[in-house]
């Protein structure tokens, strides 16, 4: 029909009286409530947990991952009334630390502090011991936070800039450092590398804490890796920050310019920290792990820690938790592919 045509057929709808339009407003107002009323808790599934629960962090303590597990776990003890144990099992890139939980038997007992490298990127870059959609069931992604890039006080740069001319001056002469093979320090120096157009030494570590004792000593150059890990030095004055690998800059770091103020808009890395479980665990132990453990996020205190570490809440559940994690991984498949990393096997 012409909008012609439809403009000359007669109005046949039927008038709007005083009593329609009460009844109009009654029935707008019953779905206004209905659509207000909040999803159904989870319930806490019977028995669950009959024991201290595993929080695996595929890391050394110190780091970012073990922060973040400490942090949720502390406040899951004080609230389920079971303990939450945090379990540092590092080495092979996460790996280590990974298997020990696809593994484990899937009755919730046993979880994984996941973190973007290992899971994302790693599995781009060379073969590794576990298939991240087929082993692992997403609970809740906790928190997001950006790269640091820091240098050694004794290397002559000041700014990113400075840093990008040294590169290009000494190539193949300066090094980097990072918490392990495919972790995100590991591609934030390679991305910063590339960016620079010049040659660098790569010196992966069983985690940060390693590679930021080695470069407090002075053994390398520098490190981009997750802010919590390295801002206590910054703050000593240990370690001199260049940028944040973020657009922005962050309120635990005022002072240290974005990225894109640094002159290197493109270098842009973020860690995020979740929660995961071994395949095949019943889907009510996982809903409900995920309403208490974004719960527990969202206390002021604990926001309050996370946010002096440079951590911004990014709370997701289990499906949505799943949905991020895998656009994730295509995006850095695409970045590694065209950068052609690999990890030597």
Not at 77 to 99: C, D, H, K, L, M
Not at 262 to 272: E, N, Q, T
Request: charged share 15%; net charge positive.
């Amino acid at each position: 029909m012409t909008a012609v045509a439809a403009a000359t057929l007669p109005n046949t709808r039927p008038a709007r009286t005083a009593a329609t339009a009460s009844l109009w407003t009654f029935a707008a107002a019953a779905v206004s409530c209905l659509l207000a009323v909040p999803a159904q808790a989870a319930e806490r599934p019977a028995g669950y947990p009959s024991q201290p629960v595993r929080l695996v962090v595929p890391f050394p303590p110190g780091g970012t991952s073990d922060i973040v597990a400490r942090v949720i776990g502390q406040r899951l003890s004080t609230t389920v009334g079971q303990r939450f144990v945090v379990e540092n099992r590092p080495g092979a890139g996460a790996a280590i630390g990974i298997v020990a939980v696809t593994s484990a038997s899937p009755d919730g007992h046993t979880l994984l502090l996941g973190a973007a490298g290992p899971l994302t990127m790693s599995p781009h870059m060379g073969k590794v011991p576990y298939v991240v959609d087929r082993d692992l069931a997403t609970i809740a992604l906790i928190t997001a936070v950006p790269n640091i890039a820091v240098v050694h006080p004794s290397v002559p740069a000041k700014t990113l800039a400075d840093m990008v001319k040294l590169v290009q001056a000494r190539p193949g002469s300066v090094s980097f450092g990072s918490a392990g093979q495919g972790t995100t320090a590991h591609l934030s120096g390679e991305l910063f590398r590339t960016l620079a157009g010049g040659q660098m030494i790569h010196v992966p570590y069983k985690g940060t804490s390693a590679a930021v004792a080695d470069l407090v000593g002075g053994q390398i150059d520098m490190l981009i890796d997750n802010l919590p890990g390295v801002l206590p030095q910054v703050r000593a004055g240990k370690l001199r920050a260049l940028a944040l690998t973020s657009p922005t800059r962050s309120k635990a770091a005022p002072d240290v310019p974005s990225a894109g103020e640094a002159g290197m808009k493109d270098l842009l890395v973020s860690g995020w920290f979740g929660f995961l479980s071994p395949a095949r665990t019943p889907a009510p132990i996982n809903e409900w792990l995920a309403q208490e453990m974004i719960a527990a996020a969202r206390v002021p205190e604990v926001q309050a820690q996370l946010a002096d570490l440079g951590g911004e809440l990014d709370l997701k559940g289990p499906s949505e938790f799943r949905t991020y994690l895998r656009a994730e991984s295509e995006r850095w498949a695409k970045i590694i592919g065209a950068a052609k990393l690999a990890i030597p096997q």
